[in-house]
């Protein structure tokens, strides 16, 4: 059990990680072995990438796909952006002998102002609609078409 960094997207994936990636848990404990990660290491490994993809890739790689859409209610025009990588090559792939999937990730884009004001929303605001119970509040800030 390591508590090193690994190298980046070992965990940040848009498919499920396999019992063996996380941190023993006695509900999975018959399908997982004592090299499973431990919960320290997983979490800043996990954090770590979380870090450089969105600074690093998000920023970088991402690119608009079609134009900026308004959202009901709001004041701001909203951009998706898309992006088509290669993950990581994961031990597991690597081991197997197989090339790496692609993944194609979607991101939404928008600029909004700290205000009450008709069309926009204070950070409070925000917070709640994006943070507190995000699935039941994404069709009311998910413009048409996106």
Same mark, same amino acid.
Request: hydrophobic share 30%; proline share 6%.
């Given at each position: 059990?390591?508590?090193?960094?690994?190298?980046?997207?070992?965990?940040?994936?848009?498919? #499920?990680?396999?019992?063996?990636? *996380?941190?023993?848990?006695?509900?999975?404990?018959?399908?997982?072995?004592?090299?499973? #990660?431990?919960?320290? /290491?997983?979490?800043?490994? *996990?954090?770590?990438?979380?870090?450089?993809?969105?600074?690093?890739? *998000?920023? @970088?790689?991402?690119?608009?796909?079609? $134009?900026?859409?308004?959202?009901? +209610?709001?004041?701001?025009?909203?951009?998706?952006?898309? &992006?088509?990588?290669?993950?990581?090559?994961?031990? @597991?792939? @690597?081991? @197997? $002998?197989?090339?790496?999937?692609?993944?194609? &990730?979607?991101?939404?884009?928008?600029?909004?102002?700290?205000?009450?004001?008709? +069309?926009?929303?204070? &950070?409070?605001?925000?917070?709640? $609609?994006?943070?507190?119970?995000?699935?039941?509040?994404?069709?009311?800030? /998910?413009?048409? +078409?996106?």
């Amino acid at each position: 059990m390591s508590s090193r960094i690994t190298s980046p997207r070992q965990f940040l994936h848009l498919k #499920p990680l396999k019992t063996s990636q *996380v941190p023993i848990h006695p509900l999975l404990q018959t399908q997982q072995t004592p090299s499973c #990660p431990s919960l320290r /290491t997983f979490l800043t490994q *996990v954090l770590h990438e979380s870090i450089v993809f969105s600074e690093q890739t *998000v920023s @970088a790689q991402f690119k608009p796909k079609g $134009g900026q859409k308004k959202s009901k +209610g709001a004041a701001s025009l909203v951009q998706l952006l898309t &992006w088509e990588g290669e993950q990581s090559r994961s031990n @597991a792939v @690597a081991e @197997a $002998g197989r090339a790496p999937e692609d993944e194609h &990730w979607f991101a939404r884009q928008s600029d909004h102002e700290d205000s009450k004001e008709q +069309g926009q929303a204070t &950070w409070q605001e925000f917070q709640n $609609g994006l943070f507190f119970r995000h699935s039941e509040h994404e069709m009311d800030y /998910t413009p048409d +078409g996106l």
